[in-house]
């Protein structure tokens, strides 16, 4: 059977993830471009709504991130350096 290939590792300090992969890294990059191009965007045009609408952007693009690292990083826990096993 295949290992599962993740594109996000678990941090080995506290709770989260960092890019482990070229495809990790990617959607990193494309969320950040998402969020200041996005309200850079708004803010271009000249809306009177434009911080509602890059809350919203940056909202939506931060619940699409969380999914995608979610789905394809390594299971989330708390972790305070490695594992004793891990050390030997």
Same mark, same amino acid.
């Given at each position: 059977?295949? /290992?599962?290939?993740?594109? +996000?590792?678990?941090?080995?300090?506290?709770?989260?993830?960092?890019?482990?992969?070229?495809?990790?890294?990617?959607?990193?990059?494309?969320?950040?471009?998402?969020?200041?191009?996005?309200?850079?965007? +708004?803010?271009?045009?000249?809306?009177?709504? @434009?911080?509602?609408?890059?809350?919203?952007?940056? +909202? @939506?693009?931060?619940?699409?991130? @969380? @999914?995608?690292?979610?789905?394809?990083? /390594?299971?989330?826990?708390?972790?305070?350096?490695?594992?004793?096993?891990?050390?030997?």
């Amino acid at each position: 059977m295949k /290992e599962k290939e993740f594109w +996000f590792r678990r941090k080995r300090y506290g709770w989260g993830w960092y890019p482990r992969s070229w495809k990790g890294w990617s959607v990193l990059l494309a969320y950040l471009v998402l969020v200041i191009g996005g309200s850079r965007l +708004f803010y271009f045009f000249g809306d009177e709504h @434009a911080p509602r609408w890059s809350a919203l952007c940056l +909202f @939506a693009a931060t619940i699409v991130l @969380a @999914a995608i690292v979610w789905k394809k990083g /390594e299971s989330p826990r708390w972790q305070w350096g490695e594992k004793k096993k891990d050390r030997m």
